[in-house]
């Protein structure tokens, strides 16, 4: 028998963070009687005074937000990292019990003045607008902390507390573990084929055309070939970059563009707001910005949990936490299935019917 990657378990190979993943594609029929999520929510009021992220309204700690037009970012009135006033932790002479110094900031910041709208149903330059502070934050932020971590977490399904669009931002004064691990596997790869690992990889995407979902003339965005969750995605520049600060402004258009063709698939593939959490990794920053980082690609991550429909979503439990993580859907086939998905938003489609009747 010929090995059929759409039918074979077989385990792959995830080279930015050194593991692998198991995938058994010929699981995908097996019934669900578990646990099912809630259908979202859809009926958000476009502003609500009493809720803590709208224009004008006041935060849980007494400050009242300006009646802000387009993005709007404050500090977060519970942050995980502060600044200062935390005093380091006593050395241990004991190599099993290490503790070190954690400083840094957390702030939240709203895509839009509106509640009942998300990025895919912003228009172009509002979202344009939300990349431009994206990379102010990595300048300013960027300057202090090594790292600076932006990341979105949408849907209730994912914790996420608020519908008011926003995304966070947590910067450290140390590398977190999952871009720590992602340092080492570019770097170790730069020194031994003296090439950027992700600069092959959109290359790689480019010539085999079999995980695209999207692309345009600058950017790419694929079902990475070693993708965990069923319809994770990567979205990439086609050329080198470092950091978000460093795009261009075409960049910046394409990269809007782009951002909502993706997430207009993912609500179209189940006709609801797709939950996910994301987030943007690039090069280093802080006294990092002094050494070479060549060996850094710039690059999103999309972790969406949904697996066959709005409710039924997938859990990375059992052996996914105790032994590596699995899959049904090959990566090939989710691309497939999002590529085919239309770019109109299903949302915008059903009012344009409902005006039309
Ligand atoms: P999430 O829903 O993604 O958790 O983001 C909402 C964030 O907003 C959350 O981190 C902060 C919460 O701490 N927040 C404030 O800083 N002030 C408030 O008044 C409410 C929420």
Known sequence: MEFDPKEHQHIRYNP????????????????????????????????????PLCPGATRAKGEVNPNYTSTFMFENDFPALLQEGAPAPREDDHPLLQARSAVGTCQVMCFHP?????LPLMSNAEVEEVIRKWADIISDLGAKYEWVQIFENKGAVMGCSNPHPHCQVWASNFMPNEPRIKDTNQRNYFQKHGKVLLVDYVN???????RIVVENSSWLVVVPYWATWPYETMLLPKRHILRLSDLTEAEVKDLAEITKKLLTKYDNLFETTFPYSMGW???????????????????????????????????????????????????EQAAEKLRGLSENHYKLQQDFTDNVS
Not at 308 to 320: H, I
């Open 16 to 51: 930015l963070k050194d593991d692998w993943i198991l995938v058994s594609p010929h699981r995908m029929k097996r019934p669900w009687k578990g646990q099912t999520e809630k259908q979202v929510e859809e009926n958000i009021p476009r502003h609500d005074p009493k809720n």
């Open 114 to 118: 509106w509640s009942d709208v998300t």
């Open 204 to 210: 790689l995407e480019l010539e085999r055309k079999e």
């Open 281 to 331: 990794h690039g090069a280093p920053t802080g006294s990092k910005l002094k050494e070479d980082q060549s060996h850094w690609q710039l690059h999103a991550m999309y972790y969406p949990p949904l697996l066959r429909s709005a409710t039924v979503k997938k859990f990375m439990v059992g052996y996914e936490m105790l032994a590596q993580s699995q899959r049904d859907l090959t990566a």
